[in-house]
């Protein structure tokens, strides 16, 4: 009975103590949740900090709702340990936060603030005192389903999950606090040290192979999408939260052109409402490497922001690009390069208001675009901006200026040269975009030389306003040009004048030659550049009516051209229109009283009048029906006297002849139309010929030399080619109802190569001394060339103006034969003559070859 008695005793102190202890369990919690609250808070000096103790265990301790103050709060915070290292050492083996947010604030000062964490960590109590006894420390922390609240400007907030797993050790008298995490998606490592004497504390805070795009692209930045970057390694080493290392390896940007910014390194300083920087990187774009260094101030209060950017000089800086030639055509790729090339770029201010300055520098520049080449010594570019948005009126204004020394421009037409170049002025930005300024351009001892002809320009200089948006202005630009040289000849002076109008601008000059005084040479421009339709331009010129001669131009005339003489009038007049996309062209040309003479070629030209009238000049076409006249032409023993040319210029390669008219051997001789020059050089012309004394006519062949009256008229097909004349079957006769008469001098050349006492001989004999002075009914002449012969048929129906002959008939020869002065002779009724002359044909194949190098 006794043993059943304590039996039931310990079983009932059992239940007691388990009741007890199970009660306690339960009732504990809420008895030392103050306790335990009020102790923190005056140790850590988080006098607002409140949990909530839930759940007592044997391994673990449960807390939820935690609050530090403001900037930290806990959902669940579970503590892990074994009941004899805990009974032994304090020590807790694991602590694990679940739902923990942690507020980011900005003060007054617009400086990132989180009081109750530096409070916790006691960044405001100065250095510490000297610590009694270990530090023991959790051997493991882990964050869960962790929010970073982030205080943006104007109120706005920025939430950044994040979760992490910590290892707090204590070394000596350094806490070392090591973390793994990932915030956004990136991971990261983290090693706080904290000396516990000094209080000075390091934040290492490293990230391998970070996607910076995919970081950047969850927080709450806006970037432009073309920014790109590969994984990159990133560290950050912060000091008691005032000062930091940055470096970073690479980011990547891919438009409008490739490159790539390497090895960040950069200091930054963390004070009281103000962030300064310092640092340099590298930026690999284009085939080129550039060391840039910088230094950033940035004031957290009020947003202003101070940045200089140095870019030290490179030694060869490739720019490759391209340049659109049409929508249809697509890009022309372009190449420049220039070398020991940097800039200086220094910006203050904030998003309302501040200032901005720009240098860029080279020492020797090069652009190629399709043969075309541009290179220049030193070249320097100047910018200084302000801009303010809060003000009415323009919120950009900037001054530029920009220099070049030594620049030549090389093309496949021509070649230009400057001692220098500069630009400078004003330009401003409104608030809707809208433009305007005032622009200087200065181009110094400027050369230009054409390739395809001998012509080239020197001492240009150049000086042109330019204000936008466009009005009158009083100031004139200027275009000079001191020499126009041509053929190795200063011929003379250019000067133009420029003044801006509220449509574009307008020009006037004048040309002023050297060796022509006389020669007055003005041209006027107006350029409308803001037409609804399209920009127009209207050019014209003109040269008052002058005298001229050889002397004027002996300068530049070439070697063959030397003994060329000649004076006259002549006046010119030109017009060129750009409208509606579309170029019309004129030039009228006049000259008058004009006489050539050309000793070494035997001609001589008098009284030449013509005006011509180009009616596109761009494709060298004129009107029709133009006309030259000349008054006399006289090419050696050739005599021509008011000739009349009428034409049409159809390209710079082809003239219609409409017709041509001269007045030879006191008729007239005219053709049809023809075109010059012929695809074959080859001209095949019918001239018409209308009452031609005959007796000129017969003298201008050289056939004899001959006088009297009568006229012949026809046509004679005539064929020339490259400076050969030839007649074909020309054919003329005497005018119809009218008689002539004939005297030759010359017939003795008739019986040449003839043998004496041959019937032919004696025909011809009777011929030639009937022709001697011979009237006749009718004639005619037909004309053949065959070489260098001229093959003249001569027929006439007549009788000697004196019938009697010193002929009388020999029966024994068949013909009549020439007798003496002693014999009567014999009466002549009337005679048919039947002649066929050879003659050689110098004069007219002189006349050719001379017109075949005139027209050369």
Not at 112 to 125: K, P, Q
Not at 700 to 725: C, D, H, L, M, W
Not at 772 to 801: C, I, M, V
């Amino acid at each position: 009975m006794p043993f059943k008695s304590i039996a039931r005793g310990i079983a009932a102190l059992m239940i007691s103590l388990l009741i007890l202890v199970m009660a306690a369990i339960i009732v504990l919690p809420s008895f030392i949740t103050p306790r335990i609250n009020d102790r923190i808070s005056r140790q850590t000096g988080l006098h607002d900090f409140n949990s909530t103790l839930e759940k007592i265990g044997l391994n673990r301790l449960v807390f939820r709702q935690i609050r530090t103050g403001k900037n930290l709060f806990i959902d669940t915070l579970t503590l892990g340990y074994s009941p004899a290292g805990l009974y032994r050492d304090g020590q807790v083996d694991t602590v694990e936060l679940s739902g923990v947010t942690v507020k980011i604030s900005r003060d007054k000062d617009g400086r990132f603030r989180m009081d109750d964490l530096e409070t916790l960590m006691g960044v405001d109590r100065g250095p510490a005192q000297e610590t009694q006894g270990p530090i023991v420390l959790p051997r493991q922390i882990e964050i869960r389903h962790g929010i970073l609240e982030l205080a943006g400007r104007e109120n706005t907030l920025h939430h950044l999950p994040f979760s992490a797993g910590i290892r707090p050790e204590v070394h000596d008298q350094d806490l070392e606090v090591a973390a793994n995490g990932v915030i956004l998606g990136q991971p990261f490592t983290c090693l706080l040290t904290r000396n516990l004497l000094t209080g000075i504390s390091v934040l290492d805070v490293r990230s391998e192979h970070l996607n910076i795009g995919r970081l950047l692209h969850d927080l709450p930045v806006t970037i432009p999408q073309t920014v790109r970057t590969d994984p990159t390694d990133v560290r950050l080493i912060l000091r008691n939260m005032k000062e930091a290392q940055v470096s970073m390896t690479r980011v990547r940007v891919h438009q409008p052109y490739p490159f790539e910014i390497q090895d960040i390194q950069a200091s930054v300083s963390l004070l009281s409402g103000h962030v300064t920087s310092k640092g340099r990187f590298f930026v690999d774009a284009l085939e080129n490497q550039a060391r840039l260094e910088y230094s950033l101030g940035v004031d957290t209060l009020d947003g202003e922001v101070s940045l200089d950017l140095l870019c030290p000089p490179i030694k060869n800086l490739k720019l490759p690009s391209s340049y659109s030639s049409g929508a249809d055509s697509g890009s022309v790729p372009m190449e420049m390069v220039m070398s020991d090339a940097g800039f200086d770029l220094s910006v203050t201010g904030d998003t309302a208001q501040g200032a901005a300055s720009l240098k860029v520098f080279s020492k020797q520049s090069r652009a190629v675009l399709q043969g075309n080449q541009v290179d220049a010594g030193e070249c320097e570019l100047t910018l200084y901006a302000d801009y303010n948005t809060e003000k009415p009126g323009p919120f950009l204004k900037a001054n530029v200026q920009a220099s070049s020394r030594q620049v030549t421009v090389t093309t496949p037409t021509g070649n230009g040269s400057a001692d220098a170049l500069r630009i400078a002025g004003k330009c401003t930005l409104q608030s809707d975009l809208g433009y305007g300024g005032r622009f200087e351009t200065w181009i110094d001892n400027g050369q230009a030389v054409l390739n395809q002809a001998p012509v080239q320009f020197k001492g240009i200089t150049v000086y042109l306003p330019i204000k936008y948006p466009f009005e009158k202005t009083l100031d004139n630009g200027r275009v000079l040009a001191d020499s126009c040289i041509y053929n190795n000849v200063d011929l003379g002076k250019i000067k133009t004048f420029l003044t801006q109008t509220p449509q574009g601008f307008d020009a006037s000059g004048q040309v002023l030659f050297n060796h022509m005084p006389g020669i007055n040479t003005r041209f006027d421009m107006a350029a409308d550049l803001l037409s609804e339709n399209s920009p127009g331009i209207d050019f014209k010129a003109r040269v008052e009516s002058f005298e001229f001669s050889q002397d004027m131009v002996k300068g530049f005339l070439p070697d063959s051209l030397k003994t060329l003489h000649f004076n006259g009038k002549a006046g010119a007049s030109a017009s060129v229109a750009f409208q509606n996309r579309q170029i019309k062209s004129g030039l009228d040309f006049k000259i008058s009283n004009t006489r050539l003479e050309w000793p070494d070629k035997a001609l001589v030209m008098e009284d030449i009048n013509s005006k011509v009238a180009i009616s596109d000049l761009l494709n060298l076409q004129s009107k029709p029906s133009q006309v030259l006249d000349i008054g006399r032409i006289q090419m050696n023993d050739f005599h021509l006297t008011d000739a009349r040319l009428a034409f049409g210029i159809e390209s710079p390669s082809s003239v219609l002849v409409e017709q041509m008219k001269v007045n030879w051997c006191n008729g007239q001789v005219s053709s049809e139309a023809f075109r010059v020059p012929d695809q074959n050089g080859q001209y095949l012309l019918t001239l018409h010929c209308d009452r031609l004394e005959l007796s000129k006519l017969l003298d201008q062949v050289g056939a004899f030399k001959a006088q009297g009256s009568g006229t012949v008229n026809g046509r004679i097909p005539v064929s020339y080619n490259k400076g050969e004349i030839s007649f074909d079957k020309g054919f003329l006769f005497s005018t119809p109802g009218t008689h002539g008469r004939i005297l030759i001098e010359n017939t003795d050349h008739l019986l040449d190569g003839i043998p004496q006492g041959t019937v032919q001989y004696n025909q011809l004999d009777l011929a030639s001394e009937a022709l001697k002075d011979y009237g006749y009914e009718w004639a005619r002449l037909e004309f053949n060339s065959q070489k260098d012969l001229l093959h003249l048929n001569l027929q006439f129906d007549g009788q000697p103006t004196n019938p009697v002959l010193p002929f009388e008939f020999k029966q024994s020869v068949g013909s009549f034969v020439r007798v003496d002065s002693s014999s009567p002779g014999s009466k002549f009724q009337g005679i048919k003559l039947d002649v066929n002359v050879k003659i050689p044909f110098n004069q007219v194949l002189k006349f050719g070859n001379q017109f075949n190098q005139l027209i050369n």
